[in-house]
């Protein structure tokens, strides 16, 4: 039963980063620590709606979390885990 809890949660994790612009968020926070949106969107070309759209919903799944400074919010990964799952697929035969 505890192994199906955790395959339920996996699954849920690998779904919620299971998007392009979701993964270079990632990858970007990853090599940076913390970024504030308009750092995230102008980085990445897309629109700022957009990208806050991804980072609300990964940050209610759990992979990401903020830093308020003043007026600036910047997000950060909860755990570099995720990042590093996305290193392996890199890695594997299934991109190459």
Same mark, same amino acid.
């Given at each position: @039963? =505890?192994?199906?809890?955790?395959?339920?949660?996996?699954?849920? !994790? &690998? #779904?919620? !980063? %299971?998007?392009?612009?979701?993964?270079?968020?990632?990858?970007? &926070?990853? =090599? /940076? *620590? =913390?970024? /504030?949106? $308009? *750092?995230?969107?102008? /980085?990445?070309?897309? =629109?700022?709606? &957009?990208?806050?759209?991804?980072?609300?919903? @990964?940050?209610?799944?759990?992979?990401?979390?903020?830093?308020? $400074?003043?007026?600036?919010?910047?997000?950060? &990964?909860?755990?570099? %885990?995720?990042?590093?799952?996305?290193?392996?697929?890199? #890695?594997?035969?299934?991109?190459?």
């Amino acid at each position: @039963m =505890e192994n199906d809890k955790q395959i339920d949660k996996a699954a849920y !994790v &690998l #779904k919620a !980063v %299971a998007h392009p612009l979701r993964i270079r968020i990632i990858q970007m &926070l990853n =090599e /940076n *620590t =913390e970024l /504030n949106v $308009s *750092t995230i969107y102008k /980085n990445l070309n897309a =629109e700022q709606s &957009l990208i806050s759209h991804h980072l609300i919903n @990964m940050r209610d799944k759990g992979i990401l979390d903020i830093r308020r $400074s003043g007026k600036n919010i910047f997000y950060f &990964l909860v755990d570099t %885990a995720v990042a590093e799952i996305i290193e392996c697929i890199y #890695k594997s035969k299934i991109v190459q």
